[in-house]
C-alpha cells in the first residue's frame, strides 16, 4: 500500500540551482497539493490541482512552478534555490475535501 | 486569508493526566479535521468533523466542533506516553477544495 510517494527524502541545494521534488499517488485521487513546513509553524500550501492539466496557486506559490500531467504525478519545481526555501515539503493527495494523504516528506536546505 | 489558532503551541504533562488542545477562528469551515504528526513522517489524519456540534471519539480521544463551525477541541483523556506528536488542526475553505492549517501543538507525555 504506497499511498504517497515522495523523492527524494533528503537534499542540499546550493544557491541558484534547480530541482524537481518528485510526487506519486497510486489512490486514483483527483486533488494533489504541495506544503511547505517551517520549524514551528503549521503548513503552508504552495500550490494545488483539482485534476490532470489543472492547477492552481496557494499561498506562498513565489519561486515555484508545478504541472499535473497525469493523475498520479504532481512534481515541483524550484527553478532558481534561495536560502528561504529551506523548509520540509510535503505531497498530500485527496479523493474529496475531508481527509488527506500524505507523503513522508522532502527535507530541503539551500545554502 | 483565513486563519487557524492553536493553543497551547506546547504542553507537556504526566501520563495519566487529561488535556485539551484548541483551535480557533474568525472564519467559518465547511470541515475541520486533525492530524498528528510524528517527526521525520508527515500528518496523518485522525478525525473529521463537518457539522456543527459534531462530536467524535477516537478511544481516548474526544474530538468536537463548534456550533458556528469556526473552532474545535480535542481532548485526550488518560495521556500515554504514545500520545507524544505534533497535533494539527486543518479547516476545509468553503467553496474550494483545500485546507488551511494551524501552527500546531507540540505535546509531549513523560512517563
Known amino acids: 500500500n504506497a499511498g504517497v510517494t515522495q523523492t527524494p527524502k533528503f537534499r542540499i541545494l546550493k544557491i541558484g540551482q534547480s530541482m524537481t521534488l518528485q510526487c506519486t499517488q497510486d489512490?486514483?485521487?483527483?486533488?494533489m497539493y504541495w506544503y511547505r513546513q517551517d520549524p514551528g509553524m503549521g503548513l503552508k500550501l504552495i500550490y494545488y490541482?483539482?485534476?490532470?492539466?489543472?492547477?492552481d496557486k496557494g499561498e506562498v506559490p513565489n519561486g515555484y512552478n508545478v504541472s499535473r500531467s497525469t493523475t498520479e504525478d504532481f512534481p515541483l519545481r524550484l527553478e532558481l534555490a534561495a536560502p528561504s526555501q529551506t523548509s520540509v515539503y510535503f505531497c498530500?493527495?485527496?479523493?474529496?475535501?475531508?481527509?488527506?494523504?500524505f507523503g513522508s516528506g522532502t527535507r530541503l536546505t539551500v545554502v | 486569508t483565513q486563519l487557524l489558532e492553536q493553543s497551547p503551541q506546547f504542553l507537556s504533562i504526566q501520563e495519566g493526566e487529561n488535556l485539551t488542545v484548541y483551535c480557533n477562528s474568525s472564519?467559518?469551515?465547511?470541515?475541520l479535521q486533525w492530524y498528528r504528526q510524528e517527526p521525520g513522517e508527515g500528518p496523518v489524519l485522525l478525525v473529521t468533523?463537518?457539522?456543527?456540534?459534531e462530536v467524535k471519539k477516537l478511544k481516548r480521544l474526544t474530538f468536537q466542533f463548534g456550533d458556528a463551525r469556526k473552532d474545535s477541541s480535542l481532548h485526550i483523556t488518560a495521556a500515554q506516553p504514545g500520545d507524544t506528536g505534533l497535533y494539527l488542526c486543518a479547516g476545509g475553505i468553503q467553496g474550494a477544495q483545500k485546507l488551511v492549517f494551524g501552527q500546531g501543538t507540540r505535546l509531549t507525555i513523560n512517563p
Open positions: 498530500a493527495s485527496s479523493q474529496d475535501s475531508y481527509g488527506y494523504t
Open positions: 472564519s467559518v469551515f465547511s470541515s
Open positions: 489512490m486514483n485521487h483527483n486533488y
Open positions: 468533523v463537518v457539522t456543527g456540534g
Open positions: 490541482s483539482v485534476g490532470a492539466g489543472i492547477t
